[in-house]
């Protein structure tokens, strides 16, 4: 599993940090980072709701 982003979209909210910080990090000036942009698959359900966590849906997983 791969994390994917659509920086056009991005808006840096930081819900996906809220709900998996190990995996998502948006910095002072709100731009969102990926930590580990390929997790491993035990990490699934938890990065599975940050991505669908995303308001602007700017987040995907590509297996």
């Given amino acids: 599993m791969r ?3 659509d920086r056009d979209l991005c808006e840096g909210v ?3 940090e809220s709900m998996a ?3 998502f990090e948006v910095d002072d ?3 969102m980072h990926v930590l580990d942009e390929q997790p491993a ?3 699934r359900g ?3 709701a940050a991505v669908a966590s995303c308001p602007v849906q700017a987040l995907s ?3």
Wanted: proline share 0%; aromatic share 4%; glycine share 4%.
């Fill in 46 to 48: 938890q990065v599975a």
């Fill in 29 to 31: 000036d709100e731009v």
């Fill in 14 to 16: 930081g819900m996906c």
């Fill in 41 to 43: 698959e035990e990490h």
């Fill in 61 to 63: 997983l590509v297996d």
């Fill in 3 to 5: 994390i994917a982003v």
């Fill in 21 to 23: 910080h190990n995996f």
